[in-house]
């Protein structure tokens, strides 16, 4: 097919480019979505991708556009726009940040982690940035308190400083590679809070739930835990093999006297050896589960089952939901 063929009439905008339930497929749509170019993008340019994509949903492709075209403004639609409500998303809380965002602060975190005021500041940048990218991924049809945000921001900081300072005190008598994986302890401990509490709505007052056609079914708790949950260990897995793994290459290198002579240059180098595990460990982490989460009828709460198999009977054995990001 030429750059400028003309789009097919089987052609929709709307379904994923690969095949979402292999792992492979989901790592090329999150490697597209997640790329750190498209923060680049002027605004002008990502509005007029999503009124191309709408125009393309309601049936009407602009004469001479190319399938190309199409799926590069798709692209930075779902890099920039809200997959609930197509809103546009804060540039810091968008996916296509976490490589330069993440970079610079997992990078301070891993070379500042020796005194306590330095763990206490760049955890906190952490946590505020966490908040922001939770806040703006969250499931948009159930909203949040600005008192919510405010509590969940606060809790997760305080677990995240809880366990940096607490584990910086026990690992001065530790062997000095101990030392540095605290940062990543804190980050994980944080996770498992900051994610629950920036989305409490959901598992207050559940999810909505579809059939395979969209179909809406009601609401349910049971999704929400399972989406945040795989949520959770998304973001872990995201953080982990940078927290993990460098702190021992930088372990080693500082021992060659040639480093020891540019100590300036370590927080640099950190840095840009995490945006080296990032670029490929964000699509890949929110490759481990599908976007488009599924629950076994069985799994749901009785009331929810018993309402769905009185109007479907079993014709629908799973429901979907999506978990956010």
Known sequence: ???????????????????QSTFVGRLKHFLNITDPRTVLVPEEELDQAKALVE?????????????????????????????????????????????????????????????????????????SFNAFVNYTNRNAASPISLRQIGVAYVTATSAALATAVGLNFYTKRAPPLLARWVPFAAVAAA????????????????????????????????AAVKGIAQVVLSRITMAAPGM??????????????????????????QVL?????????????????PQRCSLALADLEVELRDSIM????????????????
């Not at 097919?1 to 095949?19: C, E, G, H, Y």
């Not at 460098?246 to 021992?255: A, D, G, S, T, Y």
């Not at 009185?310 to 429901?319: E, M, Q, S």
């Open 1 to 19: 097919q030429t750059k400028m063929a003309t789009v097919s009439l089987s052609f929709n905008i709307d379904s994923p480019r690969w095949d």
């Open 55 to 127: 125009s393309c949903r309601a049936g009407l492709v602009p004469p001479g556009s190319s399938q190309e075209q199409l799926l590069y403004a798709k692209k930075l639609y779902d890099s920039a726009f809200h997959p609930d409500s197509g809103e546009k998303m804060n540039f810091i809380g968008r996916m296509s940040f976490q490589v330069p965002g993440g970079m610079a602060i997992t990078g301070c975190m891993l070379q500042f982690y020796r005194t306590v005021p330095a763990v206490v500041f760049w955890q906190w940048v952490n946590q």
């Open 191 to 222: 996770n498992c809070v900051n994610i629950p509490m920036m989305r409490q709505q959901e598992i207050i007052n559940g999810i909505t739930v579809t059939d395979e056609n969209n179909n809406e079914l009601g609401r349910s708790r049971r």
């Open 244 to 269: 993990i793994i460098l702190p021992v290459i930088m372990e080693r290198l500082e021992k060659f006297t040639f480093m020891q002579r540019i100590r300036v240059l370590h927080a640099p180098l």
């Open 273 to 289: 050896l995490c945006g080296g595990f990032l670029l490929f460990m964000v699509p890949a982490a929110c490759a481990l589960f």
């Open 310 to 325: 009185a109007k479907h009977g079993d014709k629908v054995p799973y429901v979907y939901f999506n978990k956010g990001l």
